[in-house]
């Protein structure tokens, strides 16, 4: 019985260890995934300050072909927007005007002023100051039931002044002209 019980014990051991195992690589595994797909939306980001870096003027017909193309294929499941939001500098508004592609609760977002949200605005500061990608706060989406899954993230890219020096905070908040954002569901982000 003394064996019997020993060999149980081992086996059980072995056993739990293997699972831990297991799961332990399951969840880096995701944990990369999530990563690599935050990248991949931060990279479509810097593409779109680029597109407006080389124009002197972007259209709402030319901003949503530009990120059509960018969100073909399956490396921006999860994605549900990207979207332009000027800096108006009488009040210092950010109202968001060109959305793709455009369904119906972003349309709806369309002339929000974006800073006037805490969330939003810390995360658009921060972005402004840092001359980077920032990401929000999870942010409840429109409509949703308050179920984390359909809770959501933003990802601002801030766009400034063309030519212009951005080697400190306060040139940077000078010479800042809007942001581009990408929004995403942590559900849709999960089962993609």
């Known amino acids: ?18 699972l831990r195992s ?10 990369a995934r999530v990563e690599e797909r935050v990248a991949s939306y931060e990279q479509m980001l810097r593409g779109v300050r680029g597109l407006y870096d080389a124009s002197d003027e972007v259209t709402a017909a030319d901003f949503a072909r530009y990120v059509d193309g960018l969100t073909t294929g399956a490396g921006f499941a999860g994605l549900r927007t990207i979207a332009y939001a000027p800096l108006q500098a ?48 999870r942010l409840p989406a429109a409509g949703s039931s308050g179920d984390a899954a359909d809770s959501g993230f933003l990802l601002f890219m801030p766009l400034y ?32």
Request: proline share 5%; aromatic share 8%.
């Open 1 to 18: 019985l003394g064996i019997t019980g020993w060999l149980w014990q081992h086996e059980h051991e072995v056993h739990e260890r293997t």
């Open 22 to 31: 297991s799961f332990d690589f399951g969840l880096r595994r995701t944990a």
């Open 90 to 137: 009488p009040g210092q508004t950010a109202p968001v005007t060109y959305a793709a592609p455009a369904t119906d609760p972003i349309v709806r977002a369309l002339g929000q002023d974006f800073l006037a949200d805490p969330l939003r605005r810390a995360a658009m500061l921060q972005a402004r100051d840092s001359g980077s990608l920032t990401i929000t706060q």
């Open 161 to 192: 002044a063309k030519g212009t020096a951005l080697d400190t905070v306060t040139a940077r908040r000078a010479h800042l002209v809007g942001w581009v954002f990408a929004s995403f569901l942590v559900g849709d982000l999960m089962s993609s």
